[in-house]
């Protein structure tokens, strides 16, 4: 980490990049987890739903039996043709147990009718109908997880849910596969797994692109200043064409470049007169250089903070220092915010946006920046509702 953090600033604009990708990786996990909870929250909530509309026909029958308008008997054969009948998500069903474990219908299996279920176990050696039964005629209702075996004979696993009648000492229940969850978690999973690769790797592809177009200039531009400042008057200054803070500082390196060009076609006793002026300005031109060296050396280590705080008494290095402490501003503001929205984001708070006024590479950056809150919004949401089949 501490090496990190005293490497170039390429290196750690990519790492802040890096760190965003994994909380944003990690965020997505988090909502997947929620989604997979919420999903078999939601089939229990559809199975007890579906048991208790079948309960309700039931005692419709039996209500209809109490008046004398039928027979117990004949209550019961037409309450148990009408639960026979319900499907509901495809092709799942319901099954009828009284209170000595007697299977009294079964939509799917018919063949299981009249036949005695309490010893029946799972291959984990569960008592499981025994358990749906003991439970739900002592508490009402009742949940169990159990691997059920298919008509082929393969096991897959299961939760059931029964709720008892008790006029007729009946357990109404039925069961959803495990498989049915994992099928839409799933597609909601490699969905979101997709979308979130193709941001990261958006959000790494624009990055490296503008941390390129922010370290190489800046360091280009160094060394134009020192060969300029060493008379190499045949060094024209990068980035003069730039419109950001970049291209100032550049298009004020090129009027000393010109001043230099000048001074070196004036007569002897011009230059006799000027060498004593550029006596004075190479010292202002060197404490300049210090000063900057200082804080460009400062931003490559990370800190925007440092200003060139001096004063000369040349107007042109003047609008220098000024050029060179706005560029750091700019930066350092520009950094800070992204720093703002990321932290927020890795926090869950997707409301955090960057506002500065930015031009060029690091208004492309907050534009990304922004764009990734909006689609981590949108993905959030996504998540958040689980589709159901």
């Known amino acids: 980490m501490l090496r990190l953090l005293n490497s170039k600033i390429g290196f750690r604009l990519f790492g802040v990049l890096i760190l965003f ?5 990690g965020i997505v996990t988090y909502q997947l987890m929620n989604l ?30 109490a008046s004398g308008e039928m027979t117990v008997e004949q209550a019961q054969t037409e309450a148990m043709n009408a639960v026979r009948a319900i499907r509901y998500q495809g092709n799942e069903y319901l099954f009828i147990d009284n209170y000595n474990y007697v299977n009294v219908m079964h939509s799917l299996q018919p063949e299981k009718e009249g036949s005695d279920r309490e010893e029946i176990k799972d291959p984990n050696g569960k008592l499981y109908m025994k358990e749906l039964v003991d439970m739900t005629k002592a508490n009402g209702s009742h949940y169990v997880t ?26 109404v229940a039925s069961g959803v596969l495990f498989t049915t969850v994992n099928s839409i978690f799933m597609e909601s999973a490699i969905t979101s797994a997709g979308i979130s690769a193709a941001i990261v790797l958006v959000l790494l592809t624009l990055g490296f692109f503008i941390v390129q177009s922010i370290s190489k200039p800046i360091t280009k531009l160094t060394g134009d200043m020192g060969e300029i400042a060493n008379a190499n008057y045949d060094v024209v200054p990068t980035g003069m064409k730039r419109p950001d803070e970049i291209g100032n500082m550049a ?4 009027v000393f470049r010109e001043n230099g060009m000048r001074i070196a076609s004036m007569t002897e006793e011009e230059k006799a007169a000027e060498v004593r002026r550029q006596r004075d300005r190479s010292d202002m031109m060197r404490s300049l250089q210090e000063a900057f060296g200082d804080v460009v050396g400062a931003a490559l280590k990370g800190d925007f903070s440092r200003r060139i705080d001096k004063q000369f008494a040349d107007a042109e290095l003047n609008s220098l220092a000024t050029n060179i402490n706005d560029l750091m501003k700019t ?45 981590l919004t949108q993905v959030v949401m996504t ?3 689980p589709r159901v089949r």
């Open 36 to 65: 997979r909870t919420n999903l078999e929250d939601f089939k229990k909530t559809e199975l007890q739903s579906v048991v208790q509309s079948a309960v309700s026909i039931i005692a419709s029958f039996e209500a209809r039996a």
């Open 21 to 25: 990708a994994l909380g944003f990786a």
């Open 251 to 254: 298009r004020a390196v090129e």
């Open 146 to 171: 159990y691997a059920w075996k298919s008509p082929e004979g393969q096991f897959f696993d299961k939760i059931s849910y029964a709720q008892a009648f008790a006029p007729w000492e009946w357990t």
């Open 383 to 385: 998540c958040r509702r």
């Open 331 to 375: 930066v350092d503001g520009s950094i800070s915010e992204t720093g703002q929205v990321l932290s927020a984001l890795s926090k869950l708070d997707l409301t955090m946006r960057m506002h500065g006024d930015y031009d060029g590479a690091l208004k492309r950056l907050k534009d990304d920046t922004n764009a990734v809150g909006d689609e």
